[in-house]
């Protein structure tokens, strides 16, 4: 009696239940299609590989559109001068930079008016505006952790077109020290092994700020070439990564004692 006088009542709600289902279901599918033609419209939109010129040169063309109109605010708002390597000669170049802030960009960008593909985290790309012009830029998103296979393959195919790419392996602003870098994460090394390309150091010795002075220094172009034609492990890996953080560190320190000395010869004569 009792399991025959709850069956009129439960059967209305596990119809419901059913049809809520279904609505979720159908509102989630409808969700998942509107991302699909995002993602679709987005890839269309996406440039990767630009041609070289008559010169050789792979010239972005918004690229050096941006440099001109933002490179004066830059210049004012946050003044910097570059050091060592100002130039940047025609072909592929892995940059390999620390991290302060987002106009840590444009220190990389003014060693060449050739286009730079910066790697940056895929949420970028993402973004309204910021992320179309992120796209027609040839930015490769990248996720945090370096485990995007895409962004590694995407990162060989400019190297192997002869471009220049720019990567901050710290992953993230360092917004915690002015003297030590955060943790380093994976991929310039393997990329500048496998594909035999040299790296190019930049170090940024102060944390920017408003109206102060930045000193930036870029180092000659390395080449990890003791690893190359080897079978290599990740601990490999793991060691050339560490390397390059080594070169970071020696480029700051060797400027400061250079600026140092030459306090020091100032004060002599004074």
């Given amino acids: 009696m009792c399991g025959t006088e709850s069956d009129p009542i439960e059967q209305p709600q596990t119809e419901a239940d059913a049809k809520k289902a279904r609505k979720l279901a159908k509102k989630q599918a409808k969700k998942q299609e509107k991302l699909q033609k995002k993602l679709k ?34 210049a004012l708002i ?55 012009v992120a796209r027609k830029l040839g930015v490769i998103g990248a996720m945090r952790d370096g485990s995007d296979v895409r962004s590694i393959m995407d990162s060989i195919k400019v190297l192997k077109n002869g471009e220049k ?41 102060d944390r920017p700020k408003v109206f102060r002075r930045t000193n930036v220094v870029i180092g000659a172009p390395v080449e990890l070439s003791e690893y190359y034609g080897r079978k290599l492990s990740p601990e490999d890996y793991a060691e050339a990564d560490a390397a390059l953080k080594g070169m ?23």
């Avoid at 915690?176 to 994460?185: Q, T």
């Avoid at 560190?249 to 004074?270: H, M, P, S, T, V």
């Fill in 165 to 205: 790419i720019v990567i901050f392996p710290e992953g993230t602003r360092n917004k915690v020290s002015d003297e030590e870098f955060l943790p380093f994460h994976g991929g310039a090394a393997i990329l500048a092994i496998k594909t035999r390309t040299p790296v190019v150091p930049i170090v940024i010795c």
């Fill in 248 to 270: 970071l560190y020696d480029l700051r320190a060797a400027f400061r004692a250079e600026r140092a000395a030459k306090k020091a010869k100032k004060g002599k004569k004074a």
């Fill in 41 to 74: 419209k987005h890839e269309k939109q996406r440039r990767l590989l630009f041609p070289a010129d008559k010169k050789g040169r792979h010239v972005m063309h918004g690229m050096n559109v941006l440099r001109v109109l933002l490179y004066p605010i830059h």
């Fill in 78 to 132: 946050f003044p910097f001068k570059l050091h060592g390597q100002k130039k940047v000669g025609k072909g592929a170049y892995i940059y390999v930079c620390n991290h302060y802030c987002l106009w840590d960009v444009f220190y990389p960008a003014h060693t060449t008016w050739e286009g730079v593909h910066f790697v940056a985290k895929d949420s970028i790309l993402r973004v309204p505006v910021l992320g179309y």
